[in-house]
């Protein structure tokens, strides 16, 4: 069969558009164009550029500037036409400098206009005189193309008729019914320097989402539109009262909530709840509080006090002589919720001075995804097998007893902080293990049936101690081990390690790239680092036959080497410059330059 009947290497330009559309990296839709000749020669009719990550435009301008190391002239006119068609750009408007915005202006002055393929629009100016802010807002709610903005702070001059979300920042104008537009579909005032009172028929009918903070008023009936899906209730001033809540609210956030939720308050239909904040929230649970439709149920905030009652241990708790964690009218209630699929527990500075039991025997056998992060807890009891997701850090618990050898367990992530690795029961099998904490033992050893290692331990004197995942070649076949991160930091004193040829991926973290290369099993396609070498690389002979390469440097800026043949590769990705707002980098290079590429900052 030749190309010219190859049924996939003539696909029409729409077909081979679409699927673009379903590829996120660029520099993968780069490696489709090169498939076949007849792709490549056509790439202008189908082919285009994600934008989300590219930012180009220089301070206080809107010209397309910062792409200097953008050399694929092959691409060149596919890149300017992808940066052109772009039409939900965002724009900074302050002193700070932010990398993942597209616009940055620090002078209000400087902005004739807001660029039509706007959409979001931060503003973060401490100080304005009146003569800027209304400059600045005129411009603002003359765009026909803005739908989100932040830090607002005046609606003196009008919004844009196309906005629909607002986050309010030292705002505190009186608001009456039409202040606030019907497209509006977002609302939050930001932080508490509201101080006015909102009355009913203020909200617009078709608000979806609010958030308040320290608001200083009853949430009387009628306030809240029929429409809000979601709300936001930080630090109230006031209980809420029952009949308050919309019928349709699918989500309630209280943070720093000092008052006794009481039944009824919480609509039918809720699907998540969560408690937040500060230690403050020291009440029983009483029936009929949480609604039996609840899918995901969060407690932050929780504080024991002397006339909280927390009644002796029922049957089921005897054979612990720690107290309970939670009242027991807590674990009632959650034990109740059929639907319950995700429950969080965080108390991080949790400070009592006994040792508190959590009875996982009251997890509901509906739930998927379980957190228990409470210093000085013990978990007892037996998890149930529906369970999919763990986070038990900074908890002691007996893994064998947790998971009893007559039940078998698949999970998708287990994580947990802990002195000790415990082994694996051959009867639960993981495809993430995420290990954290410090540890004194000697030796680590894999535990069984892992696909994915993400190692954080703190290691004392590390050097002295011996990693063993494998690798002596008799039982790579029986390894299940594909994924290995390394996220903490071993300061150049790495330990002995031997790891199976049957890993596909290795991040080596922060490690120095000198000492730890040499580790990569030739098994390895993709190479993840995250720290370059101050000193020359010796690459050793796997690291060559390596596909993928990808340079992770702080939160934002990721470069990705793909090897293309024997002899090239194509290096695409972003890379820090002071001083703008985002630079790109693409270019194809010669193998001998790869211990160059791999060792050098660019700037």
């Known amino acids: 069969m030749n190309n010219q009947t190859n049924k996939i290497v003539n696909l029409s330009h729409l077909i081979l558009n679409k699927i673009i559309s379903y590829i996120d990296d660029n520099i993968d839709i780069i490696c489709f164009s090169l498939v076949c000749k007849r792709w490549f020669n056509d790439r202008d009719k189908y082919l285009i550029f994600k934008t989300k990550n590219i930012h180009l435009f220089k301070l206080n301008s809107t010209d397309i500037q910062n792409h200097k190391h953008f050399n694929l002239p092959s691409y060149h006119n596919i890149f300017m036409k992808s940066i052109q068609s772009k039409s939900d750009n965002s724009l900074f408007i302050g002193s700070k400098n932010y990398h993942h915005y597209d616009y940055h202006f ?67 104008e009186p608001l009456v019914k039409g202040s606030l537009p019907n497209t509006l579909e977002v609302l939050d005032f930001g932080d508490s320097y509201f101080k006015q009172e909102i009355l009913p028929g203020v909200l617009p009918d078709g608000l979806q989402e609010l958030t308040l903070h320290k608001y ?22 006031f209980d809420i009262l029952p009949g308050v809540l919309p019928v349709g609210l699918l989500k309630c956030i209280l943070g720093s909530y000092n008052f006794g939720i009481k039944p009824d308050v919480l609509p039918d239909g809720l699907l998540e709840f969560s408690l937040e904040g500060s230690d403050c929230y020291q009440y029983e649970i009483q029936p009929r509080v949480f609604p039996l439709s609840l899918e995901y149920l969060c407690f932050e905030s929780y504080n024991p006090s002397d006339e909280l009652a927390i009644p ?179 300061e150049d004193e790495f330990p002995q390690v031997k790891l199976p040829n049957t890993i596909e991926l290795l991040d080596l973290g922060t490690n120095n790239l000198n000492t730890t290369l040499h580790l990569v099993p030739s098994s390895v396609k993709t190479l993840i680092f995250k720290n370059q070498s101050k000193i020359n690389i010796t690459i050793p002979n796997t690291i060559k036959s390596i596909t993928n390469i990808i340079g992770k440097f702080g939160l934002i800026y990721t470069q990705t080497i793909r090897k293309l043949d024997e002899y090239y590769y194509l290096l695409y990705g972003n890379h820090e410059n002071k001083g703008n707002s985002g630079n790109l980098v693409a270019r194809i290079f010669h193998h001998s330059k790869l211990e160059q590429i791999l060792g050098t900052k660019i700037e």
């Open 106 to 172: 620090d002078d209000v002055r400087k902005i004739n206009s807001i660029p039509s393929n706007v959409t979001i629009i931060n503003t973060a100016i401490n100080f304005l005189f009146e003569g800027d802010m209304e400059y600045l807002y005129r411009l603002i709610s003359e765009s026909q193309s803005v739908t989100t903005l932040k830090g607002c702070r005046t609606l003196k001059y009008g919004l844009p008729k196309s906005i629909k979300s607002i986050t309010f920042h030292n705002f505190n």
């Open 216 to 237: 200083q008023y009853v949430i009387q009936p009628c306030v809240l539109p029929v429409s809000l899906r979601k709300l936001s209730l930080h630090s109230s001033q």
């Open 312 to 490: 002796p241990p029922n049957r089921e708790d005897l054979e612990y002589s720690a107290k309970s964690l939670l009242p027991i009218s807590w674990l009632q209630a959650i034990s109740s919720l059929s639907n319950l699929q995700s429950l969080f527990v965080y108390f991080p500075y949790h400070d009592r001075d006994d040792t508190t039991i959590f009875n996982v025997n009251y997890l509901p056998s509906s739930l998927k995804s379980f957190g228990l992060i409470v210093p000085g807890t013990t978990m007892g009891g037996i998890m149930p097998t529906s369970l999919k997701k763990i986070d038990i850090d900074e908890c002691q618990f007996k893994i064998d007893e947790i998971f009893p050898e007559t039940k078998q367990y698949h999970l998708e992530s287990m994580e947990y902080e802990n002195n000790i690795i415990h082994p694996i029961p051959s009867n639960v099998s993981i495809d993430e293990f995420i290990i954290r904490g410090k540890s004194n033992e000697p030796k680590i050893t894999l535990p069984s049936g892992v696909g994915k290692i993400r190692f954080l331990i703190d290691w004392t004197n590390p050097k002295e101690k011996i990693m063993d995942f494998g690798g002596d070649g008799a039982t790579d076949q029986t390894c299940s081990l594909r994924e290995l991160h390394f996220v903490f930091d071993f």
